[in-house]
Protein backbone atom coordinates (compact mmCIF):
# COMPACT_ATOMS: atom_id res chain seq x y z
CA UNK A 1 0.00 0.00 0.00
CA UNK A 2 1.14 3.53 -1.41
CA UNK A 3 2.20 6.16 1.23
CA UNK A 4 -0.37 8.53 -0.34
CA UNK A 5 -3.08 5.53 0.28
CA UNK A 6 -2.23 4.52 3.44
CA UNK A 7 -2.84 8.38 4.88
CA UNK A 8 -6.01 8.87 3.08
CA UNK A 9 -6.97 5.76 4.91
CA UNK A 10 -6.08 6.43 8.35
CA UNK A 11 -8.01 9.33 7.82
CA UNK A 12 -11.07 8.04 6.85
CA UNK A 13 -10.85 5.87 9.43
CA UNK A 14 -10.13 8.58 12.12
CA UNK A 15 -12.94 10.72 11.12
CA UNK A 16 -15.83 7.92 10.59
CA UNK A 17 -14.75 7.65 14.41
CA UNK A 18 -15.27 10.39 15.46
CA UNK A 19 -18.30 11.13 13.37
CA UNK A 20 -19.83 7.38 14.93
CA UNK A 21 -19.36 8.60 18.61
CA UNK A 22 -20.73 12.19 17.82
CA UNK A 23 -23.73 10.80 15.97
CA UNK A 24 -24.95 8.41 19.24
CA UNK A 25 -24.76 11.44 20.80
CA UNK A 26 -26.64 13.88 19.16
CA UNK A 27 -29.69 10.95 18.12
CA UNK A 28 -30.02 9.97 21.18
CA UNK A 29 -31.33 13.28 22.76
CA UNK A 30 -34.16 12.75 19.91
CA UNK A 31 -34.46 9.29 21.04
CA UNK A 32 -34.99 9.27 24.69
CA UNK A 33 -38.29 11.15 25.11
CA UNK A 34 -39.24 7.69 23.67
CA UNK A 35 -37.20 5.62 25.70
CA UNK A 36 -38.43 7.33 28.64
CA UNK A 37 -42.15 6.03 27.34
CA UNK A 38 -41.55 2.62 25.90
CA UNK A 39 -39.77 1.32 29.00
CA UNK A 40 -41.85 3.34 31.85
CA UNK A 41 -38.50 5.41 33.02
CA UNK A 42 -38.17 8.32 35.41
CA UNK A 43 -37.14 11.83 34.19
CA UNK A 44 -33.77 11.12 36.00
CA UNK A 45 -33.58 7.54 34.88
CA UNK A 46 -33.44 8.63 31.57
CA UNK A 47 -30.94 11.89 32.42
CA UNK A 48 -28.49 9.36 33.50
CA UNK A 49 -28.53 7.14 30.00
CA UNK A 50 -26.61 10.92 28.68
CA UNK A 51 -25.07 11.19 32.26
CA UNK A 52 -24.09 7.77 32.40
CA UNK A 53 -21.95 7.68 29.56
CA UNK A 54 -20.46 11.02 30.20
CA UNK A 55 -18.96 10.08 32.84
CA UNK A 56 -17.48 6.96 31.40
CA UNK A 57 -15.85 9.15 28.71
CA UNK A 58 -14.39 11.80 30.80
CA UNK A 59 -12.66 9.62 33.87
CA UNK A 60 -10.98 7.10 30.82
CA UNK A 61 -9.75 9.37 28.09
CA UNK A 62 -6.57 10.63 29.20
CA UNK A 63 -5.83 6.79 30.83
CA UNK A 64 -7.20 5.52 27.53
CA UNK A 65 -4.37 7.70 26.18
CA UNK A 66 -1.92 7.00 28.09
CA UNK A 67 -3.00 2.69 27.21
CA UNK A 68 -2.55 3.97 23.33
CA UNK A 69 1.52 5.01 23.44
CA UNK A 70 1.91 2.02 25.30
CA UNK A 71 0.56 -0.78 23.64
CA UNK A 72 -0.55 0.71 20.14
CA UNK A 73 -3.51 3.48 18.96
CA UNK A 74 -4.74 1.09 16.55
CA UNK A 75 -5.45 -1.74 18.78
CA UNK A 76 -7.11 1.05 21.07
CA UNK A 77 -9.53 1.63 18.48
CA UNK A 78 -10.00 -1.50 17.10
CA UNK A 79 -10.94 -2.70 20.81
CA UNK A 80 -12.85 0.89 21.29
CA UNK A 81 -15.11 0.33 18.16
CA UNK A 82 -15.51 -3.72 18.61
CA UNK A 83 -16.99 -2.70 22.27
CA UNK A 84 -18.83 0.30 20.86
CA UNK A 85 -20.94 -1.02 18.50
CA UNK A 86 -21.15 -4.67 20.34
CA UNK A 87 -22.59 -2.29 23.26
CA UNK A 88 -24.97 -0.42 21.02
CA UNK A 89 -26.33 -4.17 19.89
CA UNK A 90 -26.99 -4.54 23.93
CA UNK A 91 -28.79 -1.37 24.24
CA UNK A 92 -31.10 -2.53 21.34
CA UNK A 93 -31.72 -5.28 22.90
CA UNK A 94 -32.60 -3.98 26.60
CA UNK A 95 -35.15 -4.71 28.63
CA UNK A 96 -35.79 -1.95 31.21
CA UNK A 97 -33.86 1.44 31.87
CA UNK A 98 -31.10 -0.16 33.90
CA UNK A 99 -29.65 -1.90 31.46
CA UNK A 100 -29.77 0.96 29.22
CA UNK A 101 -27.62 2.95 31.79
CA UNK A 102 -25.42 0.25 32.43
CA UNK A 103 -24.58 -0.41 28.67
CA UNK A 104 -24.56 3.32 27.79
CA UNK A 105 -21.58 3.43 30.45
CA UNK A 106 -19.75 0.75 29.08
CA UNK A 107 -20.59 2.60 25.89
CA UNK A 108 -18.73 5.55 27.46
CA UNK A 109 -15.57 2.80 28.13
CA UNK A 110 -15.32 2.05 25.11
CA UNK A 111 -15.82 5.69 23.21
CA UNK A 112 -13.00 6.93 25.60
CA UNK A 113 -10.83 4.07 24.28
CA UNK A 114 -11.49 4.94 20.33
CA UNK A 115 -11.33 8.86 20.53
CA UNK A 116 -7.89 9.38 21.64
CA UNK A 117 -6.95 6.77 18.96
CA UNK A 118 -8.44 8.79 15.96
CA UNK A 119 -6.11 11.77 16.93
CA UNK A 120 -3.18 9.65 17.25
CA UNK A 121 -3.27 7.76 14.17
CA UNK A 122 -3.20 11.29 12.41
CA UNK A 123 -0.08 12.02 13.84
CA UNK A 124 1.62 8.88 13.41
CA UNK A 125 0.13 9.11 10.16
CA UNK A 126 0.94 12.34 8.50
CA UNK A 127 4.07 14.50 8.20
CA UNK A 128 4.26 17.92 9.85
CA UNK A 129 3.31 20.15 7.11
CA UNK A 130 -0.41 17.65 6.14
CA UNK A 131 -1.47 17.41 9.70
CA UNK A 132 -3.58 20.25 9.54
CA UNK A 133 -5.26 19.63 7.07
CA UNK A 134 -6.36 15.90 7.86
CA UNK A 135 -7.30 17.66 11.16
CA UNK A 136 -9.39 20.12 9.42
CA UNK A 137 -11.11 16.89 7.75
CA UNK A 138 -11.53 15.29 10.53
CA UNK A 139 -13.08 18.44 12.36
CA UNK A 140 -15.66 19.01 9.13
CA UNK A 141 -16.75 15.59 9.86
CA UNK A 142 -17.47 15.87 13.29
CA UNK A 143 -19.89 18.86 12.50
CA UNK A 144 -21.45 16.93 9.50
CA UNK A 145 -22.44 14.20 12.01
CA UNK A 146 -23.38 16.97 14.74
CA UNK A 147 -25.44 18.54 11.74
CA UNK A 148 -26.90 15.30 10.67
CA UNK A 149 -27.80 13.30 14.07
CA UNK A 150 -31.16 14.76 15.13
CA UNK A 151 -32.83 14.40 11.57
CA UNK A 152 -31.13 10.95 11.67
CA UNK A 153 -32.36 10.21 14.71
CA UNK A 154 -35.55 11.72 14.29
CA UNK A 155 -36.60 9.65 11.45
CA UNK A 156 -35.48 6.43 12.51
CA UNK A 157 -37.45 6.84 16.08
CA UNK A 158 -40.47 7.98 13.69
CA UNK A 159 -40.30 5.06 11.56
CA UNK A 160 -38.65 2.41 13.18
CA UNK A 161 -38.42 2.86 16.93
CA UNK A 162 -35.72 4.20 19.57
CA UNK A 163 -33.66 1.10 19.41
CA UNK A 164 -33.16 1.30 15.61
CA UNK A 165 -30.47 4.31 16.68
CA UNK A 166 -28.50 1.45 18.34
CA UNK A 167 -29.15 -0.41 16.02
CA UNK A 168 -27.07 1.10 13.14
CA UNK A 169 -24.28 1.40 15.41
CA UNK A 170 -23.06 -2.16 14.92
CA UNK A 171 -22.66 -2.63 11.17
CA UNK A 172 -20.96 1.05 10.85
CA UNK A 173 -18.82 0.30 13.91
CA UNK A 174 -17.52 -2.99 12.31
CA UNK A 175 -17.13 -1.64 8.72
CA UNK A 176 -14.45 0.85 10.41
CA UNK A 177 -13.45 -1.65 12.39
CA UNK A 178 -12.43 -3.28 9.15
CA UNK A 179 -10.62 -1.07 7.06
CA UNK A 180 -8.58 -0.02 11.23
CA UNK A 181 -7.28 -3.67 10.13
CA UNK A 182 -6.36 -3.22 6.41
CA UNK A 183 -4.22 -0.30 7.26
CA UNK A 184 -0.36 -0.50 8.62
CA UNK A 185 0.09 2.25 10.92
CA UNK A 186 3.48 2.83 12.84
CA UNK A 187 3.89 1.97 15.65
CA UNK A 188 4.16 4.84 18.81
CA UNK A 189 7.63 6.56 19.02
CA UNK A 190 9.34 4.94 22.71
CA UNK A 191 12.01 5.45 24.80
CA UNK A 192 15.13 3.96 25.11
CA UNK A 193 14.30 3.34 28.99
CA UNK A 194 11.15 1.88 27.96
CA UNK A 195 12.51 -0.18 25.24
CA UNK A 196 15.01 -2.04 27.47
CA UNK A 197 12.28 -2.64 30.22
CA UNK A 198 8.73 -2.84 29.74
CA UNK A 199 6.53 0.29 31.36
CA UNK A 200 3.99 -0.56 34.40
CA UNK A 201 1.22 0.99 34.47
CA UNK A 202 0.55 3.67 37.64
CA UNK A 203 -2.53 2.49 39.05
CA UNK A 204 -2.56 5.09 41.63
CA UNK A 205 -1.90 7.58 39.11
CA UNK A 206 -4.55 6.10 36.72
CA UNK A 207 -7.13 5.91 39.51
CA UNK A 208 -6.64 9.39 40.04
CA UNK A 209 -7.09 10.70 36.69
CA UNK A 210 -10.04 8.96 36.25
CA UNK A 211 -12.07 10.00 39.17
CA UNK A 212 -11.04 13.83 39.00
CA UNK A 213 -12.55 14.76 36.10
CA UNK A 214 -15.66 11.87 36.64
CA UNK A 215 -16.32 13.74 39.81
CA UNK A 216 -16.08 16.99 38.70
CA UNK A 217 -18.46 16.14 35.63
CA UNK A 218 -20.91 14.99 38.28
CA UNK A 219 -21.00 17.93 40.04
CA UNK A 220 -21.33 19.84 37.17
CA UNK A 221 -24.15 18.13 36.04
CA UNK A 222 -25.95 18.78 39.34
CA UNK A 223 -25.23 22.39 39.46
CA UNK A 224 -28.80 23.77 37.71
CA UNK A 225 -30.19 21.74 40.35
CA UNK A 226 -28.26 22.36 43.18
CA UNK A 227 -26.67 25.47 42.63
CA UNK A 228 -23.04 26.73 43.07
CA UNK A 229 -23.42 27.05 46.68
CA UNK A 230 -25.21 23.94 47.32
CA UNK A 231 -23.79 21.21 49.65
CA UNK A 232 -23.19 18.63 47.03
CA UNK A 233 -21.72 21.39 44.49
CA UNK A 234 -19.65 22.49 47.10
CA UNK A 235 -18.72 19.36 48.62
CA UNK A 236 -18.26 17.63 45.04
CA UNK A 237 -15.68 20.40 44.19
CA UNK A 238 -14.18 20.40 46.95
CA UNK A 239 -13.33 16.50 45.96
CA UNK A 240 -11.93 17.54 42.80
CA UNK A 241 -9.87 19.95 44.39
CA UNK A 242 -8.14 17.70 47.04
CA UNK A 243 -8.25 14.62 43.80
CA UNK A 244 -6.37 17.06 41.49
CA UNK A 245 -3.47 18.11 44.30
CA UNK A 246 -2.91 14.44 45.19
CA UNK A 247 -2.92 13.88 41.34
CA UNK A 248 -0.56 16.36 40.85
CA UNK A 249 1.84 14.77 43.58
CA UNK A 250 1.50 11.52 42.19
CA UNK A 251 2.75 13.18 38.58
CA UNK A 252 5.74 14.19 40.36
CA UNK A 253 6.70 11.30 42.74
CA UNK A 254 5.48 8.52 40.15
CA UNK A 255 8.24 7.23 38.14
CA UNK A 256 6.01 6.73 35.02
CA UNK A 257 3.02 8.90 35.40
CA UNK A 258 -0.02 8.56 33.57
CA UNK A 259 0.58 12.49 32.29
CA UNK A 260 4.48 12.27 31.67
CA UNK A 261 6.70 15.64 32.61
CA UNK A 262 7.29 16.40 29.01
CA UNK A 263 3.58 16.79 28.59
CA UNK A 264 2.32 18.75 31.27
CA UNK A 265 5.11 20.73 30.96
CA UNK A 266 4.49 21.58 27.33
CA UNK A 267 3.22 25.48 26.85
CA UNK A 268 1.77 24.99 23.21
CA UNK A 269 -0.20 21.41 24.57
CA UNK A 270 -1.60 22.97 28.06
CA UNK A 271 -2.77 26.14 26.73
CA UNK A 272 -4.49 24.58 23.36
CA UNK A 273 -6.56 22.32 25.86
CA UNK A 274 -7.12 25.24 27.88
CA UNK A 275 -8.55 27.06 25.02
CA UNK A 276 -10.84 24.48 23.95
CA UNK A 277 -12.10 23.94 27.40
CA UNK A 278 -12.89 27.36 27.53
CA UNK A 279 -14.32 27.77 23.92
CA UNK A 280 -16.32 24.83 24.28
CA UNK A 281 -18.16 25.70 27.34
CA UNK A 282 -18.61 29.32 25.90
CA UNK A 283 -20.32 27.91 22.72
CA UNK A 284 -22.72 25.08 24.16
CA UNK A 285 -23.50 27.38 27.09
CA UNK A 286 -24.60 29.76 24.37
CA UNK A 287 -26.50 27.19 22.53
CA UNK A 288 -28.54 26.19 25.21
CA UNK A 289 -29.26 29.31 26.09
CA UNK A 290 -30.55 30.17 22.37
CA UNK A 291 -32.72 27.40 22.79
CA UNK A 292 -34.85 29.55 25.66
CA UNK A 293 -34.42 32.64 23.95
CA UNK A 294 -35.52 31.66 20.22
CA UNK A 295 -38.49 29.59 21.35
CA UNK A 296 -39.66 32.28 24.60
CA UNK A 297 -38.35 35.45 23.47
CA UNK A 298 -39.21 34.87 19.65
CA UNK A 299 -41.85 32.49 20.04
CA UNK A 300 -39.86 30.29 17.38
CA UNK A 301 -41.56 26.25 16.90
CA UNK A 302 -38.49 23.67 17.56
CA UNK A 303 -37.80 23.47 13.95
CA UNK A 304 -37.98 27.30 13.15
CA UNK A 305 -35.31 27.74 16.20
CA UNK A 306 -33.37 24.69 14.80
CA UNK A 307 -33.34 26.58 11.24
CA UNK A 308 -31.71 29.84 12.61
CA UNK A 309 -28.77 27.67 13.89
CA UNK A 310 -27.87 26.52 10.88
CA UNK A 311 -25.18 29.06 9.64
CA UNK A 312 -23.10 28.01 12.27
CA UNK A 313 -23.15 24.48 11.53
CA UNK A 314 -22.48 25.62 7.93
CA UNK A 315 -19.52 28.12 8.91
CA UNK A 316 -18.38 24.99 11.02
CA UNK A 317 -18.34 22.54 8.13
CA UNK A 318 -17.09 24.64 5.23
CA UNK A 319 -14.73 26.85 7.68
CA UNK A 320 -13.15 24.11 8.76
CA UNK A 321 -10.48 23.17 5.28
CA UNK A 322 -10.12 27.20 5.08
CA UNK A 323 -8.21 27.22 8.65
CA UNK A 324 -5.70 24.75 7.53
CA UNK A 325 -5.05 27.62 4.43
CA UNK A 326 -4.76 30.05 7.40
CA UNK A 327 -2.80 28.14 9.75
CA UNK A 328 -0.19 27.46 7.28
CA UNK A 329 0.25 31.73 6.52
CA UNK A 330 -0.84 33.20 9.77
CA UNK A 331 0.16 30.23 12.19
CA UNK A 332 -1.64 29.14 15.79
CA UNK A 333 -1.27 32.20 17.76
CA UNK A 334 -3.07 34.67 15.28
CA UNK A 335 -5.55 31.97 13.89
CA UNK A 336 -7.01 30.94 17.37
CA UNK A 337 -6.63 34.43 18.50
CA UNK A 338 -9.03 35.42 15.57
CA UNK A 339 -11.29 32.84 15.86
CA UNK A 340 -11.82 33.41 19.95
CA UNK A 341 -12.73 36.82 18.94
CA UNK A 342 -15.20 35.61 16.83
CA UNK A 343 -16.84 33.57 19.10
CA UNK A 344 -17.11 36.34 21.27
CA UNK A 345 -18.88 38.54 19.54
CA UNK A 346 -21.20 36.05 18.06
CA UNK A 347 -22.18 35.27 21.43
CA UNK A 348 -21.96 39.07 22.20
CA UNK A 349 -24.38 39.63 19.58
CA UNK A 350 -26.70 37.24 20.39
CA UNK A 351 -27.24 39.00 23.95
CA UNK A 352 -28.97 41.80 22.14
CA UNK A 353 -31.31 40.16 20.03
CA UNK A 354 -34.89 41.01 20.68
CA UNK A 355 -38.58 39.66 20.03
CA UNK A 356 -38.74 41.55 16.32
CA UNK A 357 -34.84 40.41 15.36
CA UNK A 358 -35.40 39.40 11.74
CA UNK A 359 -33.25 36.37 10.67
CA UNK A 360 -30.55 37.96 9.38
CA UNK A 361 -29.48 39.13 12.66
CA UNK A 362 -29.45 35.75 14.45
CA UNK A 363 -27.80 34.33 11.37
CA UNK A 364 -24.79 36.46 11.81
CA UNK A 365 -24.51 35.93 15.55
CA UNK A 366 -24.72 32.09 15.15
CA UNK A 367 -22.49 32.25 11.58
CA UNK A 368 -19.91 34.08 13.64
CA UNK A 369 -20.10 31.37 16.62
CA UNK A 370 -19.70 28.89 13.63
CA UNK A 371 -16.76 30.34 11.75
CA UNK A 372 -14.66 31.17 14.96
CA UNK A 373 -15.53 28.17 16.60
CA UNK A 374 -13.86 25.93 13.89
CA UNK A 375 -10.60 27.95 13.60
CA UNK A 376 -10.31 27.35 17.22
CA UNK A 377 -11.39 24.15 17.56
CA UNK A 378 -8.87 23.32 14.04
CA UNK A 379 -6.24 25.05 15.77
CA UNK A 380 -6.29 23.85 19.13
CA UNK A 381 -6.69 20.35 17.74
CA UNK A 382 -3.56 20.54 15.52
CA UNK A 383 -1.76 22.13 18.37
CA UNK A 384 -2.24 19.40 20.61
CA UNK A 385 -1.44 16.48 17.91
CA UNK A 386 1.18 18.25 16.48
CA UNK A 387 2.79 20.16 19.22
CA UNK A 388 2.93 16.72 21.20
CA UNK A 389 6.17 15.49 22.38
CA UNK A 390 7.12 12.36 20.61
CA UNK A 391 5.46 8.95 21.59
CA UNK A 392 2.81 10.75 23.69
CA UNK A 393 0.43 11.13 21.10
CA UNK A 394 -2.21 9.30 22.87
CA UNK A 395 -2.24 10.86 26.39
CA UNK A 396 -2.62 14.45 24.79
CA UNK A 397 -4.94 13.21 23.01
CA UNK A 398 -6.94 12.31 25.80
CA UNK A 399 -6.36 15.58 26.98
CA UNK A 400 -7.61 17.21 24.38
CA UNK A 401 -10.99 14.93 24.09
CA UNK A 402 -11.54 15.49 28.12
CA UNK A 403 -11.16 19.00 27.57
CA UNK A 404 -14.25 19.04 25.02
CA UNK A 405 -16.08 17.09 27.35
CA UNK A 406 -15.50 19.26 30.38
CA UNK A 407 -16.41 22.12 28.69
CA UNK A 408 -19.93 21.99 27.81
CA UNK A 409 -21.01 20.64 31.12
CA UNK A 410 -18.80 23.43 32.51
CA UNK A 411 -20.58 25.92 29.90
CA UNK A 412 -24.24 24.65 30.79
CA UNK A 413 -23.96 25.12 34.52
CA UNK A 414 -22.97 28.60 34.28
CA UNK A 415 -26.06 29.25 31.26
CA UNK A 416 -28.45 27.89 34.10
CA UNK A 417 -26.60 29.09 37.21
CA UNK A 418 -26.99 32.50 35.61
CA UNK A 419 -30.68 32.53 33.99
CA UNK A 420 -32.04 31.02 37.15
CA UNK A 421 -30.41 34.22 39.55
CA UNK A 422 -32.03 36.37 36.98
CA UNK A 423 -35.52 35.02 37.51
CA UNK A 424 -36.02 32.24 34.79
CA UNK A 425 -39.04 30.93 35.19
CA UNK A 426 -39.76 28.09 32.44
CA UNK A 427 -42.54 27.81 30.35
CA UNK A 428 -45.93 29.42 31.14
CA UNK A 429 -47.86 32.38 30.02
CA UNK A 430 -46.89 34.85 27.34
CA UNK A 431 -46.25 37.71 30.76
CA UNK A 432 -43.23 34.46 32.21
CA UNK A 433 -41.92 33.53 28.83
CA UNK A 434 -41.24 37.00 27.99
CA UNK A 435 -39.70 37.48 32.13
CA UNK A 436 -37.54 33.82 31.35
CA UNK A 437 -36.22 34.98 27.98
CA UNK A 438 -34.89 38.44 29.42
CA UNK A 439 -33.18 35.96 31.78
CA UNK A 440 -31.38 35.16 28.78
CA UNK A 441 -29.60 38.24 28.20
CA UNK A 442 -26.85 38.35 31.43
CA UNK A 443 -25.96 34.52 30.77
CA UNK A 444 -25.26 35.12 27.27
CA UNK A 445 -22.85 38.15 28.51
CA UNK A 446 -21.50 35.95 30.80
CA UNK A 447 -20.51 32.95 28.26
CA UNK A 448 -19.42 35.98 26.14
CA UNK A 449 -16.82 36.50 28.81
CA UNK A 450 -16.08 33.02 29.25
CA UNK A 451 -15.26 32.75 25.36
CA UNK A 452 -13.11 35.61 25.01
CA UNK A 453 -10.79 34.52 28.35
CA UNK A 454 -10.28 31.77 25.37
CA UNK A 455 -7.99 35.01 24.30
CA UNK A 456 -5.16 34.43 26.72
CA UNK A 457 -3.92 30.86 26.52
CA UNK A 458 -4.28 31.52 22.42
CA UNK A 459 -1.16 33.96 23.28
CA UNK A 460 0.49 31.25 24.33
CA UNK A 461 0.18 28.93 21.31
CA UNK A 462 3.24 29.19 18.80
CA UNK A 463 3.40 31.34 16.09
CA UNK A 464 3.96 28.45 13.52
CA UNK A 465 2.45 25.29 13.35
CA UNK A 466 4.55 22.01 13.86
CA UNK A 467 7.55 22.87 16.31
CA UNK A 468 7.93 19.86 18.33
CA UNK A 469 10.41 17.26 16.99
CA UNK A 470 9.57 14.05 15.93
CA UNK A 471 11.14 10.86 16.42
CA UNK A 472 11.25 8.12 13.99
CA UNK A 473 8.23 5.47 14.11
CA UNK A 474 9.67 1.85 16.25
CA UNK A 475 9.31 -1.41 14.98
CA UNK A 476 6.69 -3.53 16.78
CA UNK A 477 8.14 -5.68 19.75
CA UNK A 478 6.43 -8.88 18.70
CA UNK A 479 4.05 -10.73 16.21
CA UNK A 480 0.83 -9.58 17.60
CA UNK A 481 2.17 -6.22 17.44
CA UNK A 482 3.28 -6.48 14.04
CA UNK A 483 -0.81 -7.30 13.27
CA UNK A 484 -2.42 -4.35 15.30
CA UNK A 485 0.03 -1.61 15.56
Not at 140 to 150: L, M, Y
Not at 186 to 201: D, F, N, Q
Amino acid sequence: MSGGVRRRLVLAVSAAGAMLVALDGTVLVVAQPSVRQDLGASVTQTQWTSTGYLLAVAALLVVAGRLGDRYGHQRLLLYGLVGFAGASAGIALAPGIGWVIGLRVAQGVFGALLQPATLALLRLTFPADRLGTAVAVRTSAIGVAAATGPVLGGVLVAQLGWRSVFVVNLPVGLVIAAFAMAVRVPAPARRESARRRPERLDVVGAALVASVPAVLVYTLVGVPTHGWTGAPTLAGLLCTAAGAVLMVERGRRAAQPIVPPAVARSVPVMAAVALLLLTTGGMFGALFTATFLLQDLQGLSPLSAGLRVLPLTVLMVLGAPLVGVALRRYGPRRTAGIGSVLMALGVLGMSRLTSTDAWAASGTCFALLGAGFAAVMVTATGTVVGDAPAGYAGVVGGLKQTATNLGPTLGIAIAATLMQAKGFLGPGSSALRTASAQATQPALLGLAAVTALGLFPALLLPTRSGTAPRRPAQPADDPLDRLTT
